[in-house]
Structure formats: structure tokens, C-alpha cells
Nanobody, 128 residues
Framework: QVQLVESGGGLVQAGGSLRLSCAASGRTFSSYNMGWFRQAPGKGREFVAAISWSGGSTYYADSVKGRFTISRDNAKNTVYLQMNNLKPEDTAVYYC?????????????????????WGKGTLVTVSP
């Protein structure tokens, strides 16, 4: 069983920054591929970013590329999402998840994917 706990959400003005954290339980965090997803009000859950177990590969949705950075600290069992130049359309509940890398990559363009574990989410609100 893996538990994922997100933190760092809040209210920020457009153009501002936030850093989300996702703390994971489990002694084998360094073997987990990790991803961030978000769900805006009235919309479906969408892929935001993913990072391989080693941290050597990262992937982003086109909508956040150049503004968001995913990283991980395996010594702290934590994955981060640094969000810069935030826009009102980034308002959403942000979730971290872990699963096969193939599933994370499929999530970039399909709703047909399955993650092994999800966190409960953290709300990010960007005001105009």
C-alpha cells in the first residue's frame, strides 16, 4: 500500500508561483514513476507532468511546458511541481499519482489509463 499526500496549494494571483509537494510512503519510492494531474471545476482530470523513477526523464502537457517543472527527491520520498507564471486557467485540484511509466505517458493523450495510487489532491486557485 502506498499513501500519497499533496500539499502546497493555495490562492495566488496570475503571474505568481507555487510549489506543490507530494509525500509518499513506502520504502521503494525511488522505484516509483510519479505524475501530477489536475481537475478543473466541471472538467475531467488531465495530465500535467510526469517523472521517471530515476528522475532522468520528465514529461509535460503542452499547456504547462515552459512554466511548470516536476522534480523529485528520493531521499525525502517527495515529488514536487514548481509552477511559475500561473494563469487563471491553471485553477484546479492537483493530484499526484504513481503507476507504470507507460500509463503515465498514455495519460498525456488519452483518458484510457490507470494509475496504481492517487493522492487526495490540493486546490490551486489563480485569480486574474
Amino acid at each position: 500500500q502506498v499513501q500519497l499526500v499533496e500539499s502546497g496549494g493555495g490562492l495566488v494571483q496570475a503571474g505568481g508561483s507555487l510549489r506543490l509537494s507530494c509525500a509518499a510512503s513506502g520504502r521503494t519510492f525511488s522505484s516509483y514513476n510519479m505524475g501530477w494531474f489536475r481537475q478543473a471545476p466541471g472538467k475531467g482530470r488531465e495530465f500535467v507532468a510526469a517523472i521517471s523513477w530515476s528522475g532522468g526523464s520528465t514529461y509535460y502537457a503542452d499547456s504547462v511546458k515552459g512554466r511548470f517543472t516536476i522534480s523529485r527527491d528520493n531521499a525525502k520520498n517527495t515529488v514536487y511541481l514548481q509552477m511559475n507564471n500561473l494563469k487563471p486557467e491553471d485553477t484546479a485540484v492537483y493530484y499526484c499519482a504513481t503507476g507504470r511509466l507507460g500509463a503515465l505517458l498514455a495519460a498525456r493523450s488519452s483518458s484510457n489509463y490507470s494509475m496504481d495510487y492517487w493522492g487526495k489532491g490540493t486546490l490551486v486557485t489563480v485569480s486574474p
